[in-house]
């Protein structure tokens, strides 16, 4: 039994087929927990810095989503991915070979994935003929043999989309690779989605990675330090029922000062009603559920993630590391089901330590539980809602 598993199935990603019939071959069942909270942000482009320990399938986090935003073939590679070793970077591409056996015109898909690996140790020449005669549009490799194939004009990084750093610490720890590295992405166009992965991350190393990202998301899993959420307020309202909610809601949405908010519901049923109810008092509200075309969820997402939309009706999907950095307020219309989705679902405001504000509405004995368990858990208090809030403080 393979550790870390989660509940849910890669189905639930939205993977194209043809990927879903590989990782099914693979023998893959479960998402791991990293893939769990890695693929949906990787699958959105977003920029990713990861730590997990070992054996947790970080590879399959990035090879998986950046075959599933591979574009139709044109001969430009639009992947690359850098490592620390001959043998990483072999079993990397490996692992891109094994999840792409069905990205292949013969197979009627129309996206092809071509992989070549390029490390030290053996003659570049053939290298160098291989990538010429197969026109790969991923690359693996070390950072040596990479610059060479750069610098000599072999490998153009000028169409790269994906910037992958495989045991980031270790290629950034090296000062030669390091600069390597940092080579490589001036070579590449601005717009890039770029992923490190590691299993051990120092402060200092964060930091450094962190340079070569727009605002990533930082998954941290087996990380303890992620439980505690500083700067987070959170209050809890007794509720009797949902008549009683909106109208609470809404004098919320009246009196509180918020940059986006963030408005959890149980069901994709209560998102469109609750929506559909705000709308009505001319708030300029959005929704997103699992039962949303994958376009129209990208859309939403990207409307409010732009600024474009202030308020966001969600239920469970983006209640997990999605990151929103301009949320300054999540509320529990619906409480949760257990500690932990509260803590997800909290965590989207007040992001890596910035201010905000939950509140969490609570009506059945279960709610009341699950507020315990949340108190238990974080060690937190969270008190009734009082009066009045001094809006600086959130
Ligand atoms: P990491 O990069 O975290 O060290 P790897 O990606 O190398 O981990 O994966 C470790 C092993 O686990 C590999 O053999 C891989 O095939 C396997 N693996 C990864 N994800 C899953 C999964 N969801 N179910 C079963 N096995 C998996
Ligand atoms: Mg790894």
Do not use: W
Not at 55 to 74: C, E, I, R
Not at 214 to 236: A, C, F, I, N
Not at 269 to 287: D, E, F, G
């Amino acid at each position: 039994n393979y550790a870390g598993v989660q509940s849910s199935g890669f189905s639930d990603f939205f993977l194209k087929p043809e990927l879903l019939n590989a990782i099914s071959d693979c023998g893959f069942e479960h998402p791991s927990e990293v893939q769990q909270e890695c693929i949906p942000n990787a699958l959105l482009g977003l920029d990713i810095l990861c730590q997990a320990k070992s054996g947790m399938g970080k590879t399959a986090v990035f090879t998986l989503a950046t075959l599933q935003q591979l574009p139709v073939y044109d001969g430009n590679v639009t992947v690359l991915v850098v490592c620390h070793t001959r043998e990483l970077a072999f079993q990397i591409a490996s692992e891109y070979s094994r999840f792409s056996k069905y990205m292949t015109p013969e197979k009627g898909c129309e996206t092809e994935a071509r992989t070549v690996v390029v490390f030290g140790g053996v003659p570049k020449e053939r290298q160098k003929q291989l990538l010429l005669t197969k026109r790969p549009n991923i690359i693996v490799g070390t950072p040596g043999r990479l610059k060479d194939l750069i610098d000599d004009g072999t490998i153009s990084l000028d169409h790269i989309k994906h910037f992958v750093v495989d045991e980031c610490d270790s290629v950034l720890d090296s000062s030669k690779m390091r600069s390597d590295i940092s080579g490589f992405f001036v070579k590449c166009p601005r717009k890039k989605q770029v992923m490190m992965f590691t299993a051990t991350l120092s402060q200092e190393m964060r930091e450094m990675a962190m340079k070569y990202m727009e605002s990533p998301q930082l998954v941290l899993v087996d990380d303890e330090s992620r439980l505690t959420l500083h700067g987070l307020q959170q209050y809890y309202i007794d509720i009797k029922d949902d008549e009683e909610k909106e109208k609470r809601l809404i004098g919320l949405l009246d009196a509180l000062e918020y940059n986006q908010i963030v408005i959890f519901v149980r069901s994709k049923h209560r998102a469109i009603k609750l929506n559909q109810a705000l709308q009505k008092h001319k708030y300029p509200s959005t929704a997103v559920h699992g039962a949303m075309a994958q376009e129209d969820r990208l859309s939403e997402y990207h409307s409010f993630k732009t600024f474009k939309s202030r308020i966001l009706i969600s239920t469970d999907v983006f209640g997990r590391g999605v990151d929103f950095e301009r949320v300054n307020i999540v509320v529990n219309y619906d409480m949760p089901r257990d500690a932990d989705s509260y803590l997800h679902r909290v965590g989207r405001a007040g992001r890596f330590g910035t201010k905000g504000l939950a509140i969490s509405y609570v009506t059945s004995s279960e709610d009341k539980e699950v507020l315990a368990k949340v108190q238990d858990r974080f060690e937190v208090k969270v008190e009734t809602l009082p009066e009045e809030i001094d809006p600086s403080t959130y």
